[in-house]
């Protein structure tokens, strides 16, 4: 909660791609640093706030990122968004489920922590090409009708 709560403000004064990339960077090294301290119960705790707060503040700039890329198709693009969302969850545990049993849990941790860094930068990636193609596109159709 205090994610999507500083979120929205982090985004407005920093930028929503850097949030993006920062959330990601906190969540993969909370993820790895949780499965390593499990035993220390205030270390734990102080992880999770850490790992709830950088995913909520991700998930408000990727939200806000999403509703600019397209105007016209906003409604289509956040319900595709939110189903990749289910979806994630969905892989993810069934990925975990496996991981955990064959592997344990720092192997699990290690390996949530890469996927969270890759994901951070490939939605940043993915969302900036868009943004900016639409832009462009926008840009040339705006210059067309004027013509």
């Not at 319900?79 to 592997?103: K, P, R």
Request: net charge positive.
């Amino acid at each position: 909660m205090l994610g999507n709560i500083w979120g929205g403000r982090w985004s407005d004064r920093i930028g929503k791609y850097r949030i993006m990339v920062g959330a990601s960077i906190v969540a993969a090294v909370t993820v790895v640093g949780f499965s390593l301290v499990t035993r220390m119960l205030v270390g734990a705790i102080i992880i999770q706030i850490l790992w709830n707060v950088a995913l909520g503040s991700g998930s408000v700039s990727l939200t806000a990122v999403v509703s600019e890329l397209s105007p016209e198709n906003r409604s289509t693009l956040l319900s595709l968004n939110s189903a990749a969302i289910y979806l994630g969850a969905t892989a993810a545990t069934a990925t975990g489920s496996v991981l955990l049993a064959t592997g344990g849990f720092i192997r699990l941790g290690i390996v949530c922590g890469t996927v969270s860094l890759a994901v951070g930068f490939i939605a940043r990636y993915f969302a900036r090409e868009i943004f900016c193609h639409g832009l462009r596109h926008q840009s040339q159709k705006a210059t067309q009708t004027h013509k």
